[in-house]
């Protein structure tokens, strides 16, 4: 009778988990504390089965992988860890509550200690690797959504460049998009000369409030001549400027 009373306690488990896949597959979206809560049922359920069908000779001890791989799925490696040691705790702990129980299995402690060795082994292997494909994903959805917003830009700026008839607000919307799009604190845009100068043409800097050139800013600050090789490039005043001594260090090496 203790046996069937196992078979049934399996059974209606592996029922209760058809229904939740079921409802899974049909959309459901379950919140954290739901997933944690039927796990935990599903841990406790399944080491009562354990139990009731003699413990170390129990066939039902294959469960347990089966809620360590659903843990890694669910909660990624810090999950799979923590379910992996609450399972070979509950394990030793049922298994050492029947001590009749080694009587059946030869090497019994070699046998225990080899099942907790693996439960432990599964549940850091597959949170590691449910982690590397859990970051696979993220960073598959972060270039997505970044080509996705990079065509929200340049399409928008290349029907201004035909339809916009201020150039300088034009300018401007480029500065405005590219510090958007980049998720940036500040954008500066310069100009190539006929003299073969730098022109500071745009500035923006969100943090330190700064609105120069464009169709809104302030006209551009006065700018002095930093003589390189055989070239000279127009630059401002401002000493921390990132193209300034990126043209310089060009026109040095080129």
């Not at 997933?35 to 359920?45: E, G, H, N, Y």
């Not at 006929?194 to 043409?201: I, N, S």
Request: glycine share 8%; aromatic share 10%; charged share 15%.
């Amino acid at each position: 009778p203790i046996v069937v009373i196992a078979n049934a306690l399996i059974g209606l488990l592996a029922v209760g988990n058809l229904g939740l896949t079921w409802r899974l597959w049909r959309g459901f979206l379950p919140s954290r504390l739901f997933s944690v809560t039927t796990m935990l049922i599903d841990v406790l359920a399944l080491t009562a089965g354990i139990y009731l069908s003699e413990g170390l000779r129990s066939p039902y001890y294959i469960g347990y992988f089966l809620l360590i791989f659903s843990a890694s799925i669910r909660f990624s490696l810090a999950g799979s860890l923590g379910f992996s040691i609450a399972i070979s705790l509950l394990y030793l702990l049922t298994v050492l509550a029947l001590p009749s129980a080694f009587a059946y299995v030869a090497g019994p402690v070699k046998h225990l200690l080899a099942r907790l060795f693996i439960l432990l082994a599964a549940g850091s292997v597959s949170g590691l690797l449910a982690a590397r494909e859990t970051g696979r994903l993220v960073n598959t959805q972060k270039e997505k959504k970044r080509a996705d917003d990079l065509l929200q830009v340049v399409i928008p700026i290349g029907v201004a460049l035909t339809a916009e008839k201020d150039y300088n607000r034009l300018l401007e919307t480029i500065v405005l998009q590219a510090q958007a799009l980049c998720n940036a604190d500040g954008g500066s845009l310069y100009l190539r000369t006929e003299d073969d100068c730098l022109k500071f043409v745009i500035a923006r800097n969100w943090s330190l409030k700064i609105a120069l050139g464009g169709s809104t800013g302030r006209a551009p600050g006065r700018c002095q001549r930093y003589r390189s090789l055989s070239e000279t490039f127009l630059m401002p005043t401002i000493r921390l400027s990132t193209s300034k001594w990126v043209m310089r260090s060009t026109s040095r090496n080129g």
